[in-house]
């Protein structure tokens, strides 16, 4: 049977993993664990954190994998939520999408782009800089799926291959002399790191967004975001060892350059810029995938009528789609409080992930044996479960930013409600 605008669907797997990838590799690895480090006593809490993160985003690509292959249409959890649990929950997440799904990282990564090319551009205020980075970046993407898949796959292949470079030269020129740390264990830091590491892990389904661009979507999707995280879990554990022991842990602790502290602690002032490039690459490329998926879930939600009628642009979603978010983008990106912004990011996605998982399970309750949900069900519910855990700690050790994800939250039940009152109007009139 064929499927339905399969015609659109230019994608294969290689294209979705890289997709994943780059969503996931930014500037959440190259920066939060100089936080972690300042907040936990011992490196090595620190790296099983980084553990149990992956364990976390594998668990919970594993349940997207199943909801994908159900409904392998484009717009993320949007598009799930409305169909698995109700319309005004799938429009909160929609609209999480918006504001922290898509623009607040594009954001975030935007601005470290800025930070690490300021040697190289005189000076320049990181977020003019972020600013530039993201309009060429959006210019690509505009020119069409081929060409902007293009330059992703490339600059991926790239950026695994100096990051491969980077780690074999780093791990050759450890000292041993580095004394190894005390494992003490403090509960509440811990579990509040979490956070921060949910959000450096984020992007394991972001071919959820694309689903209907995707060649082989019952097979592609599911198999791209476990080849993905499983590859990025890796590739994390090992850089952070790197960062971990490479260097003294009084000088990385609460710094956000972590990775250019150890590269030049391990090689000089060259290495240091080397790393630097590196990081840039990568923030590109994790900037490039989300501009590519975010206006995806704004032409579901202007379909569903939640969104004007000129965003319902086809497949893929036109320049209208990719300016609303540029808007929203520019506007967080000249916000302050980088670790506020990662924190609110975490907690709120984390919360994002979790409703979706609860659709999940709601579907496979109601179709019983005929839908196929791999290790149900202690899969799905101890990524429940842990999400629950660190959201808990997360509003005890850090309310501002927690209280700020849940007004998000109520800020788009209010949206959908005064939508869903003027549709009543209208109608009736």
């Known amino acids: 049977m064929k499927e339905p605008n399969s015609q659109l669907r230019q994608i294969g797997l290689i294209g979705a993993t890289a997709l994943v990838i780059a969503n996931m590799i930014g500037v959440g690895i190259f920066t939060t664990t100089g936080y972690l480090l300042a907040d936990m006593p011992s490196r090595g809490w620190v790296l099983f954190a980084w553990f149990i993160g992956g364990v976390m985003a594998l668990l919970g690509a594993v349940c997207y994998g199943a909801l994908s292959q159900r409904l392998p249409e484009s717009g993320g959890e949007y598009f799930f939520l409305s169909r698995t649990i109700h319309p005004s929950v799938g429009y909160i997440s929609g609209w999480l999408s918006l504001f922290v799904g898509f623009s607040a990282p594009i954001a975030a990564s935007a601005y470290g782009i800025g930070v690490?090319?300021?040697?190289?551009?005189?000076?320049?205020?990181?977020?003019?800089?972020?600013?530039?980075?993201?309009?060429?970046?959006?210019?690509?993407?505009?020119?069409?799926?081929?060409?902007?898949?293009?330059?992703?796959?490339?600059?991926?292949?790239?950026?695994?291959?100096?990051?491969?470079?980077?780690?074999?030269?780093?791990g050759y020129n450890l000292e041993d002399s580095v004394?190894?740390?005390?494992?003490?264990?403090?509960?509440?830091?811990?579990?509040?790191?979490?956070?921060?590491?949910?959000?450096?892990?984020?992007?394991?389904?972001?071919?959820?967004?694309?689903?209907?661009?995707?060649?082989?979507?019952?097979?592609?999707?599911?198999?791209?975001?476990?080849?993905?995280?499983?590859?990025?879990?890796?590739?994390y554990l090992v850089l952070n060892a790197v960062l971990l022991w490479g260097a003294d842990p009084d000088?990385?602790?609460?710094?956000?350059?972590?990775?250019?502290?150890?590269?030049?602690?391990?090689?000089?002032?060259?290495?240091?810029?080397?790393?630097?490039?590196?990081?840039?690459?990568?923030?590109?490329?994790?900037?490039?995938?989300?501009?590519?998926?975010?206006?995806?879930?704004?032409?579901?939600?202007?379909?569903?009528?939640?969104?004007?009628?000129?965003?319902?642009s086809p497949n893929p979603p036109g320049c209208s789609n990719m300016v609303f978010q540029l808007v929203v983008v520019l506007l967080m990106l000249w916000i302050p409080r980088f670790r506020d912004l990662i924190t609110y990011i975490g907690f709120t996605l984390g919360i994002g992930t979790a409703l979706t998982v609860v659709g999940l399970v709601r579907l496979k309750r109601k179709e019983g044996a005929s839908m196929h949900v791999p290790g149900w069900p202690v899969i799905p519910f101890l990524f429940l479960l842990?999400?629950?855990?660190?959201t808990v700690?997360?509003?005890?050790?850090?309310?501002?930013?927690?209280?700020?994800?849940?007004?998000?939250?109520?800020?788009?039940?209010?949206?959908?409600?005064?939508?869903?009152?003027?549709?009543e109007r209208n109608n009736s009139s």
């Open 393 to 423: 700690f997360s509003i005890r050790n850090n309310p501002f930013p927690s209280f700020l994800g849940l007004l998000t939250l109520l800020g788009g039940w209010v949206a959908w409600w005064i939508q869903e009152k003027a549709k």
């Open 251 to 312: 000088s990385i602790k609460g710094k956000e350059n972590v990775a250019s502290i150890v590269a030049e602690s391990l090689g000089g002032t060259r290495m240091a810029g080397f790393i630097s490039f590196l990081i840039v690459v990568s923030l590109t490329t994790s900037v490039s995938a989300m501009l590519m998926a975010g206006p995806r879930v704004y032409a579901k939600m202007a379909e569903d009528g939640y969104l004007p009628s000129f965003m319902k």
């Open 179 to 235: 004394p190894m740390p005390s494992w003490d264990f403090q509960y509440d830091t811990f579990s509040v790191s979490l956070v921060w590491i949910f959000f450096a892990y984020a992007g394991w389904n972001a071919v959820v967004y694309i689903a209907g661009e995707i060649k082989e979507p019952h097979r592609n999707l599911s198999k791209s975001m476990l080849i993905g995280t499983l590859a990025v879990i890796l590739l």
């Open 386 to 390: 842990m999400v629950l855990w660190v």
């Open 116 to 170: 690490y090319l300021r040697p190289w551009v005189f000076g320049v205020e990181p977020r003019w800089v972020g600013t530039f980075a993201v309009l060429m970046i959006a210019l690509v993407h505009g020119a069409g799926v081929r060409r902007g898949l293009l330059m992703q796959n490339l600059m991926v292949g790239f950026k695994l291959l100096l990051l491969v470079l980077f780690l074999s030269w780093a």
